[in-house]
């Protein structure tokens, strides 16, 4: 269909009237959008075939699945499967579902709506409703970047053997590796991440083969088990594991992400962009939920087989690879694994940061000096509290991260539960009834999952 036809206008005239209509159930009007200088820019094939389509709107999915692989998940799946073997695959299962519930609803509200979540948090309640809910989403971030600054750091030391503190501030330069990628188109950022996720699904894939896992038991650690509630010990880990998966930031920023593609503004364009860039996030989160499930096989396979049940240092974890599968080639997989884990990690974390500032903010400044600012602001704590701890707490600051993560949970989970099955918000863009039933009881689980956790600390 030609675009100048009448056709085609008044196809458009009544999705602009249906966003009007849908701006009545917020408290603001909606502003800019979400990383302006990439709004849009990735255009998507309105004619074609279904794979022609979806080819267009594969890429987001990608970057948020990168946060469900980060090396906050490598710390947790190397303790979980060093000290209880292939037990905690059922959590590692159970998140992922999670994870994609809770995604497929960022993308209503960022397609539907035309907001990301912080945006629709500043535009729906009051300034000290919101600005707490900000805080929370800062302290999530910075919680993502401690992760992230001691993982790659660890792997910079592993590999070239940098020291610890010169490898932190190491990564905090990857901001300039954005704004270079970025110059090209988003696409770029988008090649460079699947690519980094390429290079770790190998790296993992031969690290396997060589431990030679017991399968059996790897199909049985799927069912859950009694001891994941009474065991203190496995349930710190399964919320580092839930925390390490479903992770607050990624909540922002794939409801931002799927504003880059150009679709178009009428009711059947929006309810089409729902739908592929549902399938893109499905698809790659099940390729993040691989790569986990393979970090704590291995962990299982070759740690708590040799009883060794408390290896929780990704130093450690490398140091006793070679030994343990006799081959030299194993713990250099693993180093660079976990460098393009923390590279692409940084990426998506700077990415939701500036999305969480502006949105909640309406922080408007240079593309290029946004990006700067909200690293800045994220990574600093995560630096001090690197550096200050020294090298042998490592290992405890990634698990209490992703512990962190998940206490934070709530507060982007809850809000977004709520305004994506609001139809005078959403109108018909909405979430069906069994999806909010699902993501309702995914966020009861996480509430009461982390009230546990606080109950069981206080009481010793």
């Not at 602009?16 to 959008?33: C, K, N, Q």
């Not at 194993?330 to 884990?341: G, K, S």
Request: aromatic share 10%.
């Amino acid at each position: 269909m030609d675009a100048r036809s009448p056709e085609f206008a008044s196809e458009t005239e009544a999705g602009a009237v249906r966003d009007i209509s849908l701006d009545r159930g917020w408290r603001g009007a909606r502003g800019e959008p979400a990383l302006s200088d990439m709004f849009a820019t990735v255009p998507t094939a309105r004619q074609g075939s279904f794979w022609r389509k979806l080819l267009a709107f594969l890429g987001p999915g990608y970057l948020v699945a990168v946060g469900y692989m980060d090396p906050g998940n490598w710390a947790t799946s190397l303790a979980g499967g060093s000290k209880f073997g292939y037990s905690l695959l059922t959590v590692a299962l159970l998140s992922n579902v999670m994870a994609i519930v809770l995604q497929s609803l960022c993308t209503r509200l960022g397609v539907g709506a035309g907001r990301d979540l912080a945006q629709a948090c500043r535009d729906s309640y009051p300034r000290w409703v919101a600005w707490p809910l900000w805080l929370s989403a800062e302290v999530a971030i910075t919680a993502t970047d401690l992760a992230e600054v001691i993982g790659t750091a660890i792997g910079l030391n592993l590999l070239f053997h940098i020291p610890l503190a010169i490898g932190v501030v190491i990564t905090a330069l990857d901001v300039f590796l954005i704004l270079a990628l970025q110059a090209f188109g988003f696409r770029w950022i988008e090649a460079f991440v699947v690519a980094m996720l390429g290079v770790i699904a190998t790296c993992f894939a031969v690290q396997i083969a060589l431990a030679d896992p017991d399968w059996g038991a790897v199909i049985r650690g799927f069912v859950p088990s009694r001891e994941l509630f009474v065991d203190h010990d496995m349930l710190y880990l399964a919320l580092g594991i839930l925390g390490a998966t479903v992770m607050p930031h990624n909540l922002y920023l794939h409801s931002g992400l799927v504003q880059t593609r150009g679709y178009g503004e009428a009711a059947a364009d929006k309810h089409e962009a729902i739908k592929f860039a549902t399938i893109d996030s499905t698809i790659a989160l099940c390729f993040a939920f691989v790569i986990n499930a393979s970090i704590l096989i291995l962990a299982a396979a070759t740690f708590y087989r040799t009883g060794r049940t408390d290896v929780a240092e990704l130093d450690q974890a490398h140091s006793f690879l070679a030994p343990l599968l006799g081959s030299t080639l194993a713990p250099t997989l693993f180093a660079i694994a976990l460098i393009c884990c923390g590279l692409n990690s940084t990426i998506t974390a700077t990415l939701s940061g500036q999305i969480v500032m502006e949105g909640f903010l309406n922080f408007r400044v240079a593309p290029w000096l946004r990006r700067l600012v909200t690293r800045m602001i994220a990574i600093l704590p995560a630096v001090v509290v690197t550096i200050w701890a020294g090298e042998k707490a490592t290992g405890q600051l990634l698990i209490l991260s992703q512990v962190v993560l998940s206490l934070q949970l709530p507060f982007a989970v809850v809000p977004l539960v709520m305004f994506t099955a609001s139809k005078s918000k959403m109108g018909a863009y909405a979430a069906p009834r069994w999806l909010t039933w699902l993501a309702t009881v995914t966020a009861a689980l996480i509430i009461g999952l982390n009230a546990k956790l606080v109950v069981d600390y206080l009481s010793g």
